[in-house]
């Protein structure tokens, strides 16, 4: 039986049987039974990690006392959740990262900055903001029909669903849209970065 683990790009959490490509860490979310809390973060450094690394056995899931393991279909849906990349275990993304987003001081500064972009104090909800959609750059998520998830990649738009993206749509030229993907990560994909998008 899945475990409520998979996050969505609004940040949602679903029990969903598809296997995601990227693992996320935002501490321990779970009790001893392995059960999600009420809380929806523990810490705010939320990493986007390899589902394995050097070699390191598997490991159980949701473990009493060690982080809750979350899992994304892609990249571009962990950055819309509010993560950004690991600096161990994607060491080399983590710093095409930091240059993309320009950040020059300790990733710590940066994930206060993220964290205020993507987080609702003390109701655990994921703060959005408005843009111009000519002005979002690749890989952002927005809220489409119904505040659905809806990806902008290559001139078209990519509706969102648990098994994976649905057949494409044209990308409108004009319009507010409500951006899912929090400033300072759509500020990295307006520098240059890159994420893995699994089409």
């Known amino acids: ?13 679903l029990a969903h049987p598809a296997r995601g490509a ?5 501490g321990i979310l779970h009790d001893a039974q392995g059960r999600l809390t009420y809380r929806r973060w523990a810490t ?15 490991r159980p899931i949701m473990a009493p006392g060690r982080y809750t393991e979350l899992f994304f279909h892609d990249e571009a849906v962990a950055l819309a959740a509010g993560h950004r990349p690991c600096a161990q275990c994607r060491f080399e993304a983590h710093q095409s990262f930091r240059r993309a987003a320009g950040i020059e001081g300790s990733i710590g500064a940066f994930d206060k900055e993220l964290h205020a972009a993507r987080a609702i104090p003390r109701v655990f909800g994921q703060r959005r903001h408005s843009s111009t959609i000519a002005d979002l750059p690749d890989g952002t998520f927005i809220a489409g029909d119904e505040g659905k998830p809806v990806l902008i990649h290559q001139d078209a ?43």
């Open 1 to 13: 039986m899945p475990r409520r683990n998979r996050v969505q790009p609004d940040g949602s959490f």
């Open 22 to 26: 990227f693992m996320g860490n935002r």
């Open 44 to 58: 705010r450094g939320w990493v986007i990690c390899l589902l394995s690394f050097a070699g390191r056995p598997a």
């Open 157 to 199: 738009l990519y509706p969102f669903t648990p098994e994976g993206y649905a057949a494409p749509r044209p990308l409108p030229r004009t319009g507010e849209v409500t951006v899912l993907t929090p400033e300072p990560s759509v500020n990295a994909l307006r520098g240059g970065y890159a994420p893995v998008i699994r089409l």
